[in-house]
């Protein structure tokens, strides 16, 4: 399992095309798959990047708890897989093309931020990435909170 650490600003082109940062890229095996998954995030407005692996970890995970005879349950399956892409950095500049409908979602202009946040990494639009930051009063709360 990958751990990605770090913030990297880039600029998107016209074809919602943008270069996968090297350092994170650099954590992936050589000759190994090289494959992500992106979907949209369900609290906030940012993309969620999986490796591939992770994807499919997460999603055999969900996949045990649901009954597909409840309709409920058939009803999340369907909407959790939905709006999903796969992408995969070429192999000379290490670009990555996002569908512009997931782009669009989080309100992207010209820049992304992408940002390691363990198993996973988060693509941000640049201005709501600073926007998302909690004060620190307030992470200091959360900390004393969740060490109870």
Not at 14 to 21: A, I, S, W
Not at 23 to 46: H, N, P, T, W
């Amino acid at each position: 399992m990958n751990t990605f650490i770090g913030e990297y600003t880039v600029k998107i082109d016209d074809k919602g095309r943008m270069v996968f940062p090297s350092a994170f890229k650099s954590l992936m095996s050589a000759d190994g798959d090289m494959r992500f998954v992106i979907k949209k995030d369900i609290f906030e407005d940012c993309l969620e990047m999986y490796t591939f692996e992770e994807w499919e970890r997460q999603s055999s995970e969900v996949k045990s708890r649901l009954n597909f005879f409840n309709r409920d349950h058939a009803m999340f399956w369907r909407e959790y897989m939905r709006d999903r892409a796969i992408v995969e950095p070429d192999g000379k500049v290490g670009r990555i093309s996002v569908p512009k409908k997931l782009l669009e979602a989080i309100g992207v202009n010209k820049e992304v931020v992408f940002s390691g946040n363990d198993y996973k990494i988060e693509i941000w639009a640049r201005e709501k990435f600073e926007e998302a930051r909690i004060s620190n009063e307030q992470y200091i709360s959360l900390a004393g909170m969740l060490s109870q």
